[in-house]
Nanobody
């Protein structure tokens, strides 16, 4: 499975960005699609997750500001990020988990929130 993420960039505090990630290759069997982020000097943490059945979960720090969505037919996942804060600055990675447990990562896209 190959993952191609896009949509990162520089945004002012309070602004919005939308990240997208498209999966290709051996996509049969994708279960959860997720977004993680890693700030400089910190570990990579889960931001949002959506299963093939539509169940979603969010990190507490982004609840009410971020929204994850997916298109199962197109094997695509998006992350709408609103009310961005400087602490949201990080490299954002998409990840898929297959029904049998294997995981695949995208290359990461940088989001910088700064005035």
């Amino acid at each position: 499975v190959q993952l191609q993420a896009s949509g990162g960039g520089l945004v002012q505090p309070g602004g919005s960005l939308r990240l997208s990630c498209a999966a290709s290759g051996s996509v049969f069997g994708i279960d959860a699609m997720s977004w993680y982020r890693q700030a400089p000097g910190k570990q990579r943490d889960m931001v949002a997750d959506i299963t093939s059945g539509g169940s979603v979960s969010y990190a507490d720090s982004v609840k009410g500001r971020f929204a994850i969505s997916r298109d199962n037919a197109k094997n695509w996942v998006a992350l709408q990020m609103n009310s961005l804060k400087p602490e949201d600055t990080a490299v954002y990675y998409c990840r898929v988990r297959m029904h049998w447990g294997s995981t695949y990562w995208g290359q990461g896209t940088l989001v910088t929130v700064s005035s």
